[in-house]
């Protein structure tokens, strides 16, 4: 027979396992690792886009008279050869001389198309290599080539010289922006993750304590939902504004060379960034918590807000993945995406402002965002109105009378 | 005609299969106490919600304060909902202050008419105390007094004794007259009669999702006939078979209902056969028993009765 203690945990535990169970949120809870798996490919590429952005932009150039250029190409084939995949150099890209090779060589540093590692010019025998700091080894790999070109088309000792001048650049680096718009997106995730999830709770707590019904005769369901979204937004905002002035003063506190990395991170819209920045924080976290605040309210104990946590994080990284990947890309077809669906928008857009320096899109983005926010709301209110408070017919025959 | 703080027609209301309303309509006359009265799951709640506009009905057409869209006339409007709610956190005068503005009225006059409708409740004490420190009953009162602090043209409210004992049903009683005095008409729904009985000056009962009877609480009490108790000077069982055929001992007395002829035939004869009368009582029964008799019916007969 079953001792006595173990039939009564057990009946408490028939009873938790079905009041779990026998829930939609439970079917939510148990699918979210589907979306997770669905939009987890997209956030491990952005994840390793992101990190490779730099790398995978850059370029090595060689300047060289049209006549060598098969030359290069076929020297440059046979090198590669010796890379591994995780040590392979930036791609070579060939370029014709023009009346002054020397300038045309630096000017390519502050090119906006291309990021170049190391550019070579002259002749093959003597040639200058020019290379930015940290990309020796694309110096190196230039003068390789150079000796490995001429030894093909003369003799097998043919010597060359290379000279070697390390460049200082002027403006900030493609994959520089693209570190900024990364760092941005990650930013505005990290704190709206850390923040809008509060949302979640907030109408289950005017259930539970049932001053919803008041709430709900006096004032629209509307003004409801977003006085908690502002509310929820308030204390953010103390968040954000404690932690963002103990941030902006660290650069004080580190040695200098650390600061100096911070302020490395340019973009591309100039001095309005941090604007954007935190604009799009405020969105980021409007939209995100009204949806939140929305599918809480729909949850009836405490039990399903639990559950609901799972799904609405993975939720956030899938919005996260697809901006980050946009941060990494910013003219792929998902960059585009991440820029209009609502919720991965702020992120991508701020990613945006770093990458590319037009204003009118972000006018256009807070709009859209702003439309979005009273857009879940409504919906968030006519599903609580339907749902919990019971109103609304069950056929269309609605405000007939009205 | 009298104008009318509340009138409704047809209302019904579906609860997936249930029809938890099933047209009904209301008339509340402008200044007067007003009682819905019904048994537990009645529909009382839900047409309170739909008059007040909280839920949409399903079919029928209401007017609030002279509105066909209730909400736009919520800031005249308060609101004690069944279910009591306040948030524990919040002080008495705080909690007060912010019923009055959801319904529009400023923040500072909310605080300072707060202090005074505690002072007046006997609840002064607990003006800074927060709402879980409260007893039941006292967070009840607090929420009745934010349900007035704005001083509404209509107030709805639902149950409101319930859980209250009989000191500060007393006081409810005191407050909801204060309003009508002040102009404000009163809605409220009840199941227990003793205070529909004292307060209203209308009622409605409403039973199975249906008006089953709209008038005064005489009027409800006047469908029943009277009832007597009468106490014999010198008792003898011979006596029953003088007495109506209802006739029950009790005691020393009998009660019986009036005959339909009236009683002076039958206390003559009493007096005849030398049975004297050393009491004698004749009332109209309570608005308990009419309401039995009105909510007992709707199992019989389907028809709403009226008498206006």
Request: hydrophobic residues 45%.
């Amino acid at each position: 027979m079953m001792p006595r203690f173990l039939r009564q945990a057990l009946t408490i535990a028939r009873r938790d396992l079905t009041a779990t169970v026998m829930t939609p949120t439970f079917l939510l809870f148990l699918l979210s690792p589907l979306l997770m798996i669905g939009f987890g490919v997209i956030g491990g590429l952005s994840g390793q886009a992101a990190s490779s952005a730099g790398e995978a932009r850059q370029q090595i150039v060689a300047i060289a008279p049209p006549g060598q250029h098969d030359a290069l190409r076929t020297a440059d084939r046979e090198l590669r050869s010796v890379f591994t995949r995780d040590s392979a150099r930036p791609g070579l890209r060939l370029e014709k001389p023009e009346a002054e090779p020397a300038r045309q060589a630096r000017t390519l540093f502050d090119s906006d198309t291309i990021e170049a590692a190391a550019v070579l010019y002259g002749p093959l025998d003597h040639p200058t290599v020019l290379r930015s700091a940290g990309a020796e080894a694309e110096g190196r790999y230039l003068a390789a080539l150079a000796v490995q070109t001429l030894r093909a088309e003369h003799a097998p000792g043919t010597r060359s010289t290379p000279r070697f001048e390390t460049v200082i650049r002027d403006a900030p680096t493609v994959s520089g922006r693209g570190q900024a718009a990364y760092f941005s997106t990650f930013a505005i995730f990290l704190v709206t993750l850390m923040l809008s999830g509060q949302a979640v709770g907030a109408m289950a707590e005017e259930r539970s304590n049932k001053v919803i019904e008041i709430l709900a005769a006096a004032v629209p369901l509307e003004s409801v939902f977003f006085g908690k979204l502002l509310g929820a937004f308030g204390s953010a905002l103390l968040f954000v504004a404690f932690w963002g002035t103990l941030i902006a003063n660290l650069p004080r506190l580190l040695p200098g060379d650390a600061a100096g990395v911070l302020s490395s991170l340019s973009v591309a819209v100039g001095p309005i960034f941090p604007l954007l920045l935190i604009g799009y924080f405020v969105m980021a976290y409007l939209l995100q918590s009204a949806v939140f605040l929305g599918v809480g309210a729909l949850a009836s104990t405490q039990r399903e807000i639990q559950m609901l946590s799972l799904p609405i994080t993975i939720f956030q990284f899938a919005m996260f993945g697809m901006a980050s990947y946009a941060a990494g890309n910013p003219e792929s077809w998902v960059a585009i995406a991440a820029e209009i669906v609502p919720f991965s928008s702020p992120m991508a857009m701020a990613a945006r402002a770093a990458n590319a320096p037009d204003l009118w899109p972000h006018a256009l983005a807070f709009a859209w965002h702003a439309l979005w926010v009273a857009i879940t709301l409504t919906i968030a209110a006519r599903l609580f109105r339907r749902g919990v408070l019971k109103s609304g017919s069950p056929k269309r025959t609605k405000r007939a009378a009205a | 005609m009298q104008e009318l703080a509340v009138s409704a027609s047809g209302l019904v209301k579906r609860f997936g299969e249930r029809r938890a309303v099933d047209g009904v309509g209301i008339a509340v006359p402008k200044g007067l106490i007003y009682g819905v009265l019904g048994p537990n799951g009645a529909g009382k709640t839900t047409t309170l919600r739909m008059l007040l506009g909280i839920i949409e009905p399903d079919e029928g057409e209401r007017t609030l304060l002279g509105s066909r869209h209730p909400r736009d006339m919520s800031d005249h409007v308060g609101y004690l909902p069944e279910e009591r709610g306040l948030y524990p956190n919040m002080k008495c005068r705080e909690a007060i202050a912010f019923m009055g503005a959801l319904r529009g009225l400023p923040w500072a006059t909310g605080r300072k008419r707060a202090g005074e409708l505690l002072e007046g409740a006997g609840l002064g004490h607990a003006a800074d105390d927060k709402i879980r420190k409260l007893s039941k009953g006292m967070a009840q009162l607090v929420q009745l007094l934010g349900s007035v602090v704005h001083e509404p043209e209509l107030l709805v409210l639902d149950e409101p004794f319930s859980g209250l004992d009989p000191v500060n049903q007393e006081r409810l009683e005191l407050l909801i007259r204060g309003q009508r005095d002040r102009g404000a008409t009163i809605l409220f729904s009840t199941h227990v009669m003793a205070h529909a009985e004292r307060l209203c000056e209308r009622i409605s009962v409403i039973a199975g999702g249906r008006v089953r009877f709209e008038g005064t609480v005489d009027d409800a009490r006047a469908l029943l006939p009277l009832r007597a108790r009468y106490t014999p000077h010198h008792d003898a069982d011979a006596i029953a078979a003088m007495l109506p055929a209802d006739a029950v001992r009790e005691g020393g007395s009998w009660r019986f209902t009036v005959p339909d002829g009236g009683i002076e035939a039958l206390l003559v004869r009493l007096i005849d056969a030398g049975h004297g009368i050393s009491g004698l009582s004749i009332e109209r029964p309570g608005l308990h028993d009419a309401f039995v008799r009105i909510v007992g019916a709707e199992a019989l007969a389907d028809q709403p009765e009226t008498i206006a």
